[in-house]
């Protein structure tokens, strides 16, 4: 399957702070890529998909102002978590699809806000 | 009704033993059904496809029943390794290439 980097893959900061947040396909060229949250105890839940080139497409209920989607390569897709507050602290994790709609995780990045 | 349903176990079974996961999901429009494993604080792995003949993967057998919409997973001769959380996704639908996660089925291996 394909190869997905993330960086940092844990990450504490103040609140009020902004975090970015990288997502690499290593082997792929990814035009679409996907942003999850998880909390503890739940599923995963799709924050948004990413375009490369195009503005992202986010879930019903995600504020696209306060999670910023930049995909500005083929490889590359970051999420920046602005104005982090306690209640964004959850795993993010992305992915890029595979040949048959699977899809192929990151390792995740277990941001923390005090 | 949630979309995708799964039982939350935990699902505590001896080595060696066969255990069964199931799964239903509303969306009958959906096309394509998956298994994954996610192990604790770790990203979900792929762990199978789920194809409507059936298949199977080693100790892994995936069934699909589209008229029921049910998908389930077999494991045989369980392993202290397959101890994780094994969660059931379904592909949204149409032209959209979204995925919706069940909570997932939580799996301990006793040795």
């Known amino acids: 399957g394909a190869v997905v980097s993330q960086h940092p893959s844990w990450v504490i900061c103040k609140s009020g702070t902004s975090v970015k947040i990288e997502c690499r396909s290593l082997d792929f060229q990814a035009t679409t890529m996907f942003w999850y949250r998880q909390f503890p105890k739940q599923s995963l839940m799709l924050m948004a998909t990413?375009?490369?080139?195009?503005?992202?497409?986010?879930e019903q209920g995600v504020e696209k102002d306060k999670f910023l989607i930049n995909h500005a390569s083929l490889t590359l897709s970051t999420l920046t978590v602005t104005s982090a507050h306690p209640e964004d602290s959850s795993f993010y994790i992305c992915?890029?699809?595979?040949?048959?709609?699977?899809?192929?995780f990151g390792p995740g990045t277990r941001l923390t806000v005090l | 009704r949630k979309e995708v349903e799964q039982d939350p176990g935990p699902f505590n079974v001896p080595e060696g033993a066969t255990v069964a996961f199931n799964c239903t999901y509303s969306n009958s429009a959906s096309q394509s059904f998956f298994w994954y494993r996610q192990d604790c604080r770790k990203e979900p792995k792929l762990l199978m496809s789920?194809?409507?003949s059936g298949n199977e993967d080693g100790r892994f057998t995936a069934q699909l029943n589209r008229a029921s919409q049910y998908i389930s997973l077999l494991i045989r001769d369980s392993k202290l390794s397959d101890s994780a959380t094994y969660l059931c996704?379904?592909?949204?639908?149409?032209?959209?290439?979204?995925?919706?996660f069940g909570t997932g089925t939580l799996l301990a291996v006793q040795p």
């Open positions: 992915s890029e699809q595979g040949w048959v709609n699977e899809q192929f």
């Open positions: 789920v194809y409507s």
């Open positions: 996704v379904v592909n949204y639908g149409g032209a959209t290439n979204k995925l919706i």
């Open positions: 990413s375009n490369e080139g195009s503005k992202a497409t986010y």
